[in-house]
């Protein structure tokens, strides 16, 4: 119950009407009254919310490089605190990080009116939940400073791949080179008819990386997510050396 005036009345809220002797003077209801008012609050700040992404927009990032060893991965700003947890608990009682601190938190809060039933509204006369949210927020924002601080910090030791030159020339060499055709039949599907890619990376530019001698042993052997032996034969020399000659500028 929440202390609540008659001069404070939202107009056009369901009014709830005590029964007769019972003293509940200067109280209203959770629901509907209460809770209105909460949710009207928060349609603002969501409201806020979207305007500020729709007029601040955040740009993405490089596309993923699984052959850049020197990415870190961290997640984002708003979850670094359960993300420096983690490096505070044991790998053998993980469990205690992912699931029993967070449930015990979030069923704390979830219990706090039942443990305090007090119906004064100032937090000053409330200790003992203030008390907690005070000291949850300040471990919070330690434990964010702490995962920021210590990401820097492996950056310094690791700094960053740096990106490589944009393919401006995007034009195939020698398309009716024999290897073109066996590409087409064989390697087009995962790598594009274009040399885009699509479910394989992009072999634009290829040539500028690996010679063809490189080449055909990842055809031959495999890569990643690529297996072995897609061309096999004469055919695989053919492909390397057309794929070599994607020396674009």
Known sequence: MADHSNKERIPGVPRY????????????PFFPNFLLK???VGSVFLVAFIMWILFNPVDLEAVADPQDTSFIPVPDWYFLFLYQLLKYVPGQVVWLGTVVVPGLAVALLLLVPWIDRSKTRHPFKRLIPT????LSLIFMAWLTYEADEQHKHALAKNPPKPKAPAVKDTAIVAPSDPGAKIFSQSCATCHGAELKGQVGPSLLGVGNKLK???????????????????VQGDDTKKVAEWLGKQQQK
Not at 17 to 28: N, Q, V
Not at 131 to 134: F, K, R
Not at 214 to 226: F, P, V
């Open 17 to 28: 009407r005590k029964p007769k002797g019972l003293k509940i003077d200067g109280t209203e």
């Open 38 to 40: 909460e949710w009207i």
């Open 131 to 134: 008390g907690a949210m005070i």
């Open 212 to 230: 063809p001698e490189q080449i055909e042993e990842i055809i031959t052997k495999g890569r990643g997510a690529m297996p072995p032996g897609i």
